[in-house]
């Protein structure tokens, strides 16, 4: 009995390896590396995929996820109320804040009765999902594209409310971030937290 | 040999020290220049303008690292190894003819610190000595990657010695003289030997580049298979001292091939010119000064283009083409020299 080999492909993509002689051309090496002097003296004076970081940065998404601003409102109040919906929609548990009551002569800093003396949020914790902002009913924290900076001690990345809260007088663009649509989300009644 | 020669040569050889040791320097920078432009980077660019720098603060930084000696190493040899590599490599560029000569006074001031008669052998002996840097570095390091990379680089280097100075042989039997003086005087104009020497100058220059230990024949000090090669336990300043020898060897070789095969300080119409003997020479100089930086260029272009050789590849190379190839150049020389002598 004659056994019946297969000599075509099963997959109809194999190769036939090819084994043939190296001409002289090929056996001496010399065009080969000619050649290749040719590719990376091209390469040398090619243009160049370097981006001068801290100088020049590359440009990111308009509604990139980075770090978090508290806004403040108008008349330069922080808008946070302290009710806790971005710590509880948080899914890393980054954020912690306490509460405290605004005295008589905080009006002008606090726009709310009930303000957050304490807000924190541990930025090795954060995933930058943007559920804090989503859960927000006062518009009070955004996600900005500021980039958080390395640091060298775990305690320097939970940021407080110095970090957080945007200065009076140099205020961060969020309108990237508050398009109408978010607007309108905010706004809508069915929404429980707006009610 | 009164006090003003002592001096002049006092001088000349302070002078061509401090040249090697700037040149290797900076060839540092241009390693990673041309490494960062051929992979469309940029390079190291912030310590100095456009990282002018750089050399500075690797060397430092050098310095500043923990000296560590192995415990089970030969204290005396682990130092030797790095001593006498540095010491070798500088050694070499007392022969090669910087430049022509000045002439102050009435008298001629040669650029070469000695122009030695037998000048090709003495660069031969001394790059044969080299290997002893790297062999003893390796040895007393008492690890076996090291050791490993001191045979692998013992072994190349004797192999690609042969077919050097066969190559050699060819540009001696041509200009007739062991000096470099002489052979570079013979080049005048553009009369270089590459025209008449091309087989002798590919093969020279392959084996200039195992003998410095460069990519594609940097097996000694393969990263990949032997972490380090023979400087694997070296640290600090040791271990700049190996590297550090590597660029002057670079230098060295450059200046090499640019006397042995591209005419030296010669360059085209340098008598049509009618400038001075004084600013000839310093023209000259210069031009020797641009061939050879095109050469350390081209040593950092071949090791960016080309991958490493595996080593029984490197040995059948050497010894089953460069060699064979070496020797019939040697007789198409001889051949044609007769034929001339006999015309």
Known sequence: MTVKTYTGSLSGRSKVVSNKQMTFAERIYLPAIFKGFGI???HFFGKKATLQYPEVTKSRSEIYRGMHVLKRDDQGRERCTACGLCALSCPAEAITMIAAERKEDELNLYREEKYASVYEINMLRCIFCGLCEEACPKEAIFLTDRIVPSDLHRSDFIYG??????PVDQRIDISHRQTPAVLSFKKDPTQTHNS | MDGNYILYKFILASVILLISLVVAMYST???????GFIQDRLGPNRAGIGGILQPLADGLKLFFKEEFMPGTADKFLYILGPSLTMMIALLTSAVIPWGDSFAINGTLYSLQVADVNVGVLYVFAILSIGVYGIMIGGWASNNKYALIGAVRAASQMISYELAMSMAIIAIVMMSGTLSLKDIVEQQHGMNWNIWYQPL???IFIVCAFAECNRSPFDLPECETELIGGYHTEYSSMKLGFYLFAEYINMFISSAMIATLFFGGYNFPFMDSLNLSHNALTIIGSIVLFTKILFF?????????TLPRFRYDQLMRLGWKTLLPLAIVNILITGFVIMIKHHL
């Open chain 1, 40 to 42: 990376t003296i091209g």
């Open chain 1, 161 to 166: 409310k110095s970090l957080l809260v945007e």
């Open chain 2, 29 to 35: 920078l241009l390693e990673r220049k041309v490494a």
């Open chain 2, 200 to 202: 002798g100058f590919l």
């Open chain 2, 296 to 304: 350390i260029f081209f040593f950092m272009w071949v090791r960016w």
